[in-house]
């Protein structure tokens, strides 16, 4: 068990410094968003179902695309590529899936979610929980986070701004595998796309 806890440990740490990469590449990498319902009115934001790795089948924007390889490989870079990546027109907000490997079972997710939180903690320099639960999605019991977050330039002479990101992230074991589902968008958008964000999380499905 012990082995198994530094295994999920060092999974989790990867798992954040993807995240924050992600944050740090977005920060770099500002574009305008356009004038269009999805960020600058009260409209609804329309769903379109999707399918990922055959496996997965999600309700995504109907504007979002999947991001290309060579994109994937700049915003989250990994060892282990994600199953798929899909992005705003304007490339600020993305949904990501991503399977890993672990020795953890179902019945450990408690004990999981308390490791995946710290790490979350250590990752950034400031983070507002907004949910942290075990809930249950199409009959599965998955990790769920959703919080707000900031992440500084530590440098004393830097004089970036800090990132900040609103960000849903679920977690579900099954079979040996840890699969990784995240939600982002800058957290000046929180408002515009909190409820969408929680329609596509709450849409997912695992085959």
């Given at each position: 068990?012990?082995?198994?806890?530094?295994?999920?440990?060092?999974?989790?740490?990867?798992?954040?410094?993807?995240?924050?990469?992600?944050?740090?590449?977005?920060?770099?990498?500002?574009?305008?968003?356009?004038?269009?319902?999805?960020?600058?009115?009260?409209?609804?934001?329309?769903?379109?179902?999707?399918?990922?790795?055959?496996?997965?089948?999600?309700?995504?924007?109907?504007?979002f695309t999947a991001m290309p390889d060579e994109g994937i490989a700049v915003k989250y870079p990994a060892a282990r590529k994600p199953l798929g990546v899909y992005s705003s027109p304007n490339g600020q907000v993305d949904f990501s899936v991503s399977e890993k490997p672990t020795t953890f079972i179902a019945r450990d997710?408690?004990?999981?979610?308390?490791?995946?939180?710290?790490?979350?903690?250590?990752?950034?320099?400031?983070?507002?929980?907004?949910?942290?639960?075990?809930?249950?999605?199409?009959?599965?019991?998955?990790?769920?986070?959703?919080?707000?977050?900031?992440?500084?330039?530590?440098?004393?002479?830097?004089?970036?701004?800090?990132?900040?990101?609103?960000?849903?992230?679920?977690?579900?074991?099954?079979?040996?595998?840890?699969?990784?589902?995240?939600?982002?968008?800058?957290?000046?958008?929180?408002?515009?796309?909190?409820?969408?964000?929680?329609?596509?999380?709450?849409?997912?499905?695992?085959?």
């Amino acid at each position: 068990m012990k082995n198994a806890f530094f295994v999920l440990l060092s999974f989790c740490l990867f798992t954040s410094t993807s995240f924050a990469q992600s944050s740090s590449y977005g920060s770099k990498n500002k574009v305008t968003a356009p004038a269009n319902r999805n960020y600058n009115s009260d409209a609804p934001i329309k769903l379109k179902k999707v399918t990922i790795a055959k496996r997965v089948t999600v309700a995504l924007p109907e504007d979002f695309t999947a991001m290309p390889d060579e994109g994937i490989a700049v915003k989250y870079p990994a060892a282990r590529k994600p199953l798929g990546v899909y992005s705003s027109p304007n490339g600020q907000v993305d949904f990501s899936v991503s399977e890993k490997p672990t020795t953890f079972i179902a019945r450990d997710l408690p004990l999981v979610k308390d490791i995946y939180k710290a790490s979350i903690m250590r990752t950034f320099s400031e983070v507002q929980f907004i949910r942290d639960e075990v809930k249950t999605i199409d009959k599965k019991q998955m990790i769920v986070f959703e919080f707000v977050s900031t992440l500084k330039d530590e440098n004393p002479n830097s004089n970036k701004a800090p990132v900040k990101k609103y960000t849903i992230i679920q977690y579900y074991i099954k079979a040996g595998k840890v699969m990784v589902f995240s939600f982002n968008a800058p957290a000046i958008w929180k408002d515009k796309w909190q409820k969408a964000a929680n329609e596509v999380m709450n849409s997912i499905k695992v085959s």
